[in-house]
């Protein structure tokens, strides 16, 4: 019977996850489908029962549904129970559910793609607090890298990661003025996406030009703090190659293959492309 997977979220209509998957089926001969399916708020119980019913091999979970579908399966993977967010479930072959996360992970074999891994020896700093930063702190963490600062614009949130993760917190303007301490940078806040308001989260005169800068927005591809860095000479990872990896780690627990991630993303940037000219 052909497999079929899906990405529940609200809103979905806008996800890349569909065509990504649907593309890297094609490409490894896979008989299966995967379709986003618009679950509001609140109802998400009732969707992992309808999904469970009706069949699905699998899905990805997105905004808001990351921590409240935990209660409804049946087995949550240490690191994702840790980081208190789902976005991968995987429906074992006795019809259990295992909620998994690839989106921090994503983000460290993105990063490793492009410098190696032989740099867990830098000091780190997170700019945000939120979930997706969370996420990657803890990645980080479990990746070999032990000196990880965490800063946002309220430190309180900064503090709270920072007490589970065991990392030093900083206020905005205490980051900026000891930027030039640390060779790995990861932003992770909303500013510099297209539908947010642009501009930098963190002054950045103080940057050391031998950091990696890397930011998780993918749209656009290179954020003004990107551009920042490049001006400056920095080497810099943009957040599409996060997006591909939570995407193809995810697959891979599925199907037991790794998709073309390479190919992807040059698919990717030709029609990122065609839509802006
Ligand atoms: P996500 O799950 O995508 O990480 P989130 O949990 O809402 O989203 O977190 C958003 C992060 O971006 C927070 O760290 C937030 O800072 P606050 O904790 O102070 O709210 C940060 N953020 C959002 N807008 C920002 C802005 N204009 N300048 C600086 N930081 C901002």
Redesign the pocket.
């Known amino acids: 019977m052909k497999k079929w997977y899906a990405v529940i979220g609200d809103p979905v209509s806008h996800s890349k996850s569909p065509a990504m998957h649907e593309a890297w089926f094609r490409e490894n001969g896979i008989d299966a489908s995967y379709i986003p399916v618009h679950v509001p708020a609140g109802t998400v119980g009732d969707a992992v029962a309808a999904l469970r019913r009706l069949g699905a091999s699998g899905w990805n979970v997105t905004v808001p549904h990351k921590q409240a579908i935990i209660p409804f399966l049946d087995e949550v993977e240490p690191i994702a129970a840790e980081m208190q967010a789902v976005n991968t479930v995987k429906v074992l072959p006795d019809g259990r559910l295992l909620g998994m996360n690839t989106d921090g992970p994503g983000f460290v074999r993105s990063l490793e793609d492009r410098i190696g891994s032989g740099r867990k020896n830098d000091r780190v700093l997170i700019i945000?607090?939120?979930?997706?930063?969370n996420g990657i702190a803890l990645a980080m963490r479990h990746g070999g890298y032990e000196k990880v600062a965490v800063c946002?614009?309220?430190v309180e949130?900064a503090e709270a990661l920072c007490n589970r993760i065991g990392g030093e917190a900083l206020g905005l303007e205490e980051a900026a003025g000891k930027l030039g301490e640390f060779g790995i940078i990861i932003q992770?806040?909303?500013?510099g996406m297209s539908t947010a308001?642009g501009g930098l989260?963190i002054a950045m005169d103080h940057l050391d030009p031998g950091a990696v800068v890397a930011d998780i927005v993918y749209s656009p591809l290179q954020t003004e703090f990107l551009k920042a860095a490049l001006k400056n000479g920095n080497e810099i990872v943009d957040g599409l190659g996060m997006f591909i990896w939570q995407g193809a780690l995810a697959f891979n627990e599925w199907t037991g293959r790794m998709p073309d991630t390479l190919g992807t993303r040059k698919r990717l940037i030709a029609e990122m492309e065609e839509t802006t000219c």
């Open positions: 945000g607090a939120g979930g997706a930063a946002n614009r309220t949130k992770t806040t909303p500013v308001t989260p």
